[in-house]
């Protein structure tokens, strides 16, 4: 079996810690069409797409002064705010693309967040230069845990999907990318013993600086 040729990286809970940001979003511009948010709820959700989000909650309690379109847009349009005025980088993020970008892979980014709030993470933290391609799961069919955004990142790439190595810190993301084939590494801040369901990944760490480099071979 070939070795490793490429690295794709989630982004929300990978690249940024924007996950709060997400449910501070969802709590502030639900509640403003009457839906009340729960932390239970909401951990529900948190792996869904914002389109699968406002249709979750419309579902549960049904709103009629806007449209799901435009309940959607406006938690985008806060979690762009939030990223923009409160968001930080995953810790040791910039250092691992440093050593595969040296090394010579080629990487790239799959989210189910609309693609918009790529540029605004990326631009916030000055990574734009180390991602080879970007990909949302807004231009597939079916977000993850599908694999259709992980399948597309490696023909962007020009790589096998076995040639590929994914950062997830989602148990759908990490589906999504077995399902395509791909090595996956479990990505759990400070949470890296949770769960027997994420012992499917070929690697689980709690931080970037655990990384083995020879799950690369």
Known sequence: MEGVKAVIFDMDGVIVDSEPLW???????????GVSVSEELGKITE??????VTRFWYE????????LEEVENEVIDQVEFLINNEGYAMDGIKE??????????????????????ISTVLNKFGLSGYFDVVSSAEHELRGKPDPAIYLSSARKL????????????????LIAAKNA???VVAFLPGNVCCGSKFDIADMKIGSFSQFDFSLLD
């Open 60 to 67: 549960r309690q049904p709103w009629t002064n806007k449209t």
């Open 47 to 52: 792996a869904l797409t914002p389109a699968e």
């Open 96 to 117: 691992i693309l440093e050593r595969f970008k040296s090394r010579g892979y080629k990487i790239g980014l799959a989210t189910n967040s609309p693609f918009r709030l």
């Open 23 to 33: 449910m501070k979003a969802e709590k502030k511009v639900f509640a403003s069409v």
């Open 181 to 183: 084939g791909m090595k």
């Open 158 to 173: 020009n790589v096998k999907p076995e040639s590929c190595l994914v950062f997830e810190d989602s148990y759908t993301g």
